[in-house]
């Protein structure tokens, strides 16, 4: 996710057409930990948003726009399919 997601935002339908059909499939993950940073993830996966800066001009000069992914695919991609490949991670206090 974290190097592409300025990807996923300029191709909105068919990247929630993916994320929807491989969602048993896909994490989200990022190389950096930078805070500041998250909320353009939530903002391209979770909002219908159109027309939005990327956080980092020198990547993309394009505008990203919003997934609008489905609750159901935002558990998966968030933590559900991480609980199924980490044994370790706590199985319980996560949403229902």
Same mark, same amino acid.
């Given at each position: 996710?974290?190097?592409?997601?300025? !990807?996923?935002?300029?191709?909105?339908?068919?990247?929630?057409?993916?994320?929807?059909?491989?969602?048993?499939?896909?994490?989200?993950?990022?190389?950096?930990?930078?805070?500041? !940073?998250?909320?353009?993830? @939530?903002?391209?996966? !979770?909002?219908?948003?159109?027309?939005?800066?990327?956080?980092?001009?020198?990547?993309?000069? @394009?505008?990203?726009?919003?997934?609008?992914?489905?609750?159901?695919?935002?558990?998966?991609?968030?933590?559900?399919?991480?609980?199924?490949?980490?044994?370790?991670?706590?199985?319980?206090? @996560?949403?229902?």
């Amino acid at each position: 996710m974290a190097a592409v997601l300025y !990807e996923f935002g300029r191709q909105p339908y068919a990247a929630a057409q993916f994320f929807t059909k491989y969602q048993d499939r896909v994490m989200f993950g990022k190389d950096t930990y930078e805070i500041t !940073e998250y909320p353009y993830y @939530w903002r391209v996966f !979770e909002t219908h948003d159109e027309y939005f800066n990327y956080y980092r001009p020198y990547h993309a000069f @394009w505008k990203l726009y919003g997934m609008g992914l489905s609750d159901a695919v935002l558990k998966k991609l968030y933590y559900q399919n991480a609980l199924k490949v980490e044994p370790g991670l706590p199985q319980t206090g @996560w949403p229902r």
